[in-house]
């Protein structure tokens, strides 16, 4: 299997501050990443596919890049709204798999 | 709006049985791959199983292979985990999702909790 690592696994910031996670492959997957947003006792929200389509809706502060092994998910200007935990996911292959998480605190 | 409800999670005890079922609204459910994910509590999300529009491609993980079934009733709009020979382990919310037709899933349900326990 694929193994997804993410890193940081927290991350402390402010309002307005640019955000990055960065997401490795064990193995190179092409552009086949997504990353979602998950907020405490609700279901993850898709926000990047294909390692950088912003999915529908989703605020242009967002942005995901990367191919092959590394990839990375900015967020230019952090918002109230964006303290949640992100977690990228490799669709390249069977089994599916995600990385173990970034929670993005109040700093 | 596209809806995915998933029901039937409950407490269970180590080596029984339980059926998931997540019912789907809002497109047509034939036409999209989808596949259960689960998250045990605090822990990351974790992928169960997979399959395909009408049903004839399957996949699962390893964690599950030979205890789970996946099936769907396209006619009911409706996807299924039947899920037996469970382990404390399997204790965890189980998400049913669509997938955009890529491999990301779009939609999720709102999750049914699923506890394992004597």
């Known amino acids: 299997d694929i193994q997804m690592t993410q890193s940081p696994p927290t991350l402390s910031a402010s309002v307005g501050d640019r955000v990055t996670i960065t997401c490795r492959a064990s193995?190179?997957?092409?552009?086949?990443l997504a990353w979602y947003q998950q907020k405490p006792g609700k279901a993850p929200k898709l926000l990047i596919y294909k390692a950088s389509s912003l999915e529908s809706g989703v605020p242009s502060r967002f942005s995901g890049s990367g191919s092959g092994t590394e990839f990375t998910l900015t967020i230019s200007s952090l918002q109230p709204d964006d303290f949640a935990t992100y977690y990228c996911q490799q669709y390249n292959s069977f089994a599916l798999t995600f990385g173990g998480g970034t929670k993005v605190e109040i700093k | 709006q596209v809806q995915l409800v998933e029901s039937g999670g409950g407490l269970v005890k180590p080596g029984g049985s339980l059926r998931l079922s997540c019912s789907a609204s809002g497109f047509t459910f034939s036409d999209y791959y989808m596949s259960w994910i689960r998250q045990a509590p605090g822990k990351g999300l974790e992928w169960v199983s997979y399959i395909s529009r009408s049903g004839n491609t399957i996949y699962y993980a390893d964690s599950v292979k030979g205890r789970f079934t996946v099936s769907r009733d396209n006619a009911k709009n409706s996807l299924y985990l039947q899920m037996n020979s469970l382990r404390a382990e399997d204790t965890a919310v189980y998400y049913c999702?669509?997938?955009?037709?890529?491999?990301?899933?779009?939609?999720w349900g709102q999750g049914t909790l699923v506890t394992v326990s004597s």
């Open positions: 999702a669509r997938d955009r037709a890529t491999g990301a899933f779009d939609y």
């Open positions: 193995q190179s997957i092409s552009s086949w």
